[in-house]
């Protein structure tokens, strides 16, 4: 059952007219890019949407083409170095900013972003953001799924270039087989520098 939040969002039967999700996966990490995520639905959205850390693998993987063929979808990815350049504030604003402008996302739309910060631009009007969107609107939901799919396929691949880290495991988290595997062989290319656990294992 597709759920509808509460106010002025516009419907046509269950589809969300022209509102935009955007969610994003990848902040903690301490290997890897920021990948945020908004989508816009164009036909109706598959059931089973929920926060994607509510989901197994399997059941992501599954629903993340259905999203991208009933939605408009635009990535904002900002590499490790580019975080490190800029904070992870201002790397979120232009991971917005880029899956915005990828998607082409107009100044009036309506948009749901998932937290309690607004990322984007102020030129953008008519934002709202709701702690546990993810959970709350579908939208925001298929964003949600969408980004982790898409990143944890990515931290995948970035295994075979780098295969003494584990990423194909814990995709850049910090879990103990990450903290290991960082004090045997020090932080990759595509660690984040400006995290402190990093910092500690650097060379």
Same mark, same amino acid.
């Given at each position: 059952m597709i759920m509808r939040p509460k106010g002025r969002?516009?419907?046509?039967?269950?589809?969300?007219?022209?509102?935009v999700g955007i969610d994003e996966v990848g902040r903690g990490c301490w290997a890897g890019p920021l990948l945020v995520v908004a989508?816009?639905?164009?036909? +109706?959205?598959?059931?089973?949407?929920k926060d994607s850390k509510e989901l197994t693998t399997k059941q992501r993987e599954l629903l993340a083409p259905e999203i991208e063929t009933v939605c408009k979808?635009?990535?904002?990815? /900002?590499?490790p170095e580019e975080? &490190?350049?800029?904070?992870?504030?201002?790397?979120?604003?232009?991971?917005?900013?880029r899956a915005l402008l990828t998607l082409g996302v107009q100044e009036d739309v309506e948009i749901?972003? &998932?937290?309690?910060?607004?990322y984007c631009p102020e030129e953008y009007s008519k934002v709202v953001t709701v702690i546990g969107a993810d959970k709350k609107y579908p939208i925001v939901s298929a964003a949600?799924?969408?980004?982790?799919?898409?990143r944890d396929a990515h931290m995948k691949r970035a295994?075979?270039?780098?295969?003494?880290?584990?990423? +194909?495991?814990? /995709?850049?988290y910090g879990t103990e087989l990450h903290r290991l595997m960082l004090k045997n062989y020090g932080p990759s290319r595509i660690h984040r520098y400006s995290y402190k656990p990093v910092q500690s294992y650097a060379i």
């Open positions: 969002f516009c419907y046509q039967g269950n589809i969300m007219i022209k509102t989508a816009q639905a164009k036909a +109706e959205l598959p059931p089973g949407l979808i635009g990535e904002g990815w /900002v590499q975080i &490190d350049e800029l904070g992870l504030t201002k790397a979120m604003q232009l991971g917005v900013v749901i972003m &998932d937290g309690h910060i607004n949600s799924i969408y980004a982790k799919v898409k295994a075979q270039l780098y295969p003494n880290y584990g990423f +194909e495991k814990h /995709v850049g």
